[in-house]
C-alpha cells in the first residue's frame, strides 16, 4: 500500500466533510464524486493515496476517474509538494487502463488512452480521466462534451507533472479554456470538420473499424 506523503491543510480534507461553498449541502450535484469515493458498486481500484472508479456517464467506450482520497478541489489548487500524488496517481490510472483494456479486448474495444484532467472541472474534488480514444459512447451528446476531451482544454497528467515541477503550480487561462468548448467539431484523428455530433459520431466509427 502507498501512503500519503502530501501536506494536509484547507483543501486537502476528507472528501466526506466537502461542502460546496455557495450551496452549502454535502450531497449538491457538484459533490457527487466525494460520495462516489466510498461506493463499491463503481470502485475498480483503491490504496491508500487514491481510489479508481467508472465513470457514471463514460464519454467513451472505457472511461475510467483516479481520485485522491483527501480533498483537492481542482488542477489549480495543485502545488509542488503534490508532486507524489499526481505521479502516483498516474502510475495507478495507467496499470489499470492496460488491465481494463485486456479485459476488454475480446469485445474488439479500442484502447488507446488518454490522461488527464479539464482546466475548469464541473464536479469537485480532483479527478484525473483515463479515457479511451474512440469516443464511442451515448453519454457523448454535446459539442462541449467533445472539446472539453480534444482540445487543450483537457491537460495530459504529464504535463500537470512538468508544470508543477517547473512553476509549483498550474496556470489556468479561465477565459481561453471556456472559449474552447465552443470551437468546431474536428476529429481529433484526421482533423475533419464535421456540423453536427451525430456526423462526427458516425465517423468516429470509421477509426475503431
Known amino acids: 500500500m502507498a501512503s500519503a506523503s502530501y501536506s494536509t491543510d484547507f483543501k486537502r480534507k476528507n472528501p466526506s466533510d466537502y461542502t460546496n461553498g455557495n450551496q452549502n449541502k454535502k450531497n449538491h450535484w457538484s459533490t457527487v464524486l466525494s460520495t462516489a469515493l466510498e461506493d463499491e458498486s463503481v470502485r475498480v481500484y483503491k490504496d491508500d493515496l487514491c481510489t479508481v472508479i467508472i465513470d457514471k456517464f463514460p464519454k467513451a467506450r472505457i472511461h475510467l476517474l483516479v481520485m485522491p482520497n483527501q480533498y483537492i478541489a481542482d488542477v489549480k489548487s495543485l502545488n509542488n509538494t503534490d508532486l507524489p ?9 495507467k496499470e489499470v487502463a492496460e488491465k481494463t483494456a485486456a479485459k476488454a479486448n475480446a469485445r474488439g474495444i479500442f484502447n488507446e488512452f488518454r490522461y488527464g484532467f479539464h482546466t475548469i472541472p464541473t464536479l469537485a474534488l480532483l479527478h484525473m480521466h483515463v479515457i479511451s480514444q474512440d469516443f464511442i459512447s451515448n453519454s457523448l451528446k454535446t459539442k462541449k462534451h467533445w472539446n472539453s476531451f480534444t482540445t487543450n482544454y483537457f491537460i495530459d497528467a504529464s504535463e500537470v507533472i512538468d508544470e508543477l515541477q517547473a512553476n509549483g503550480s498550474v496556470r489556468i487561462d479561465t477565459t481561453r479554456m471556456k472559449k ?7 476529429c481529433h484523428r484526421c482533423s475533419n470538420n464535421f456540423a453536427t455530433m451525430p456526423k462526427l459520431k458516425q465517423h468516429l466509427l470509421t477509426h475503431t473499424s
Request: aromatic share 0%; hydrophobic share 55%; charged share 40%.
Open 85 to 93: 500524488l499526481i505521479k502516483h496517481m498516474l502510475k495507478i490510472a
Open 180 to 186: 474552447l468548448l465552443d470551437e468546431d467539431l474536428k
